[in-house]
């Protein structure tokens, strides 16, 4: 099948693509056989170029939608994507900005042992029920005594705690300050993951082109899809400028 090969696909991976909606119906010649156009072309090209920036579940709801002739739908999708790419670099200042700080800083000695909400409420200025309200959102995650069930804050609690308090003043959200703290556990510390940033920087810049490249392909595809609607458009535009 020259579809199949010219996109480095199986022919069952483009029939498998037919039969899930994610390109249109193919014609059938006389013997059976799947007749693919240059229609086809266009949404093998557009659906493999969203999976690149989108994934494959957000894709295949997008092309469904183009090829029921919901364009809304499909263009509420791409949105999603755009705006969870944004929450990704927002999170990403977050993190850069706050492991800035934790790195020009000289840490204090700490103490191996493990100090309770009040104290540590008192350290950084706050009400204990914050701090309560910031496990709750998945910020922080302190152990419990194991016969008075009272919290109770590690030094690594501490350093999240602290770096909690520095993203809030920044006027960060708790389910942004979350991810950062779970990214600095992940990295075993500030430093470690220092040296990643650069990497998932470079990864967004990447899955940013994708998005791009994705929302170009996919519109080749739905002007070739969508004649009548787009000729409507174009005579709507005539009529109004003739008006």
């Known amino acids: 099948m020259d579809l199949a090969r010219a ?32 229609l086809h072309a266009r949404a093998l090209s557009a659906y493999l170029a969203l999976v690149t920036a989108h994934g494959y579940a957000a894709s295949g709801e997008i092309m469904r939608a183009v090829n029921r002739g919901e364009i809304d739908a499909a ?10 790419l944004q929450r990704d670099r927002e999170t990403l ?10 790195t020009r800083a000289r840490p204090q000695p700490q103490s191996r042992k493990a100090v309770p909400v009040s104290a540590l409420a008192h350290r950084l200025g706050l009400q204990p029920a914050t701090l309560r309200k910031w496990e ?17 804050y590690l030094p690594d609690d ?5 770096l909690a308090h520095l993203l809030r003043r920044g006027g960060y959200r708790l389910d942004h300050i ?10 075993g510390g ?28 996919l519109a080749e595809y739905i002007d070739v899809a969508q004649p009548a609607e787009r000729a409507l458009t174009s005579e709507a535009k005539t009529t109004t400028l003739s008006a």
């Open 93 to 102: 200042d977050a993190v850069e900005a706050a492991v800035a700080t934790l």
């Open 7 to 38: 996109h480095g696909l199986s022919a069952q991976a483009v029939r498998n693509y037919e039969r899930d909606g994610v390109l249109p119906p193919a014609q059938r010649t006389p013997n059976g056989y799947r007749r693919f156009t240059e």
């Open 136 to 152: 709750r959102a998945g910020v922080l995650r302190p152990a419990r005594d194991p016969v008075t069930h009272y919290r109770l």
């Open 190 to 217: 500030a430093e470690p993951l220092a040296a990643s940033l650069r990497h998932w920087r470079q990864r967004l810049t990447e899955r940013g082109r994708a998005m791009l490249t994705a929302a170009a392909r």
């Open 75 to 84: 263009l509420r999708g791409i949105d999603q994507g755009h705006a969870l």
């Open 158 to 162: 501490v350093r999240d705690a602290e």
């Open 178 to 187: 979350a991810d950062v703290l779970r990214r600095v556990r992940d990295a």
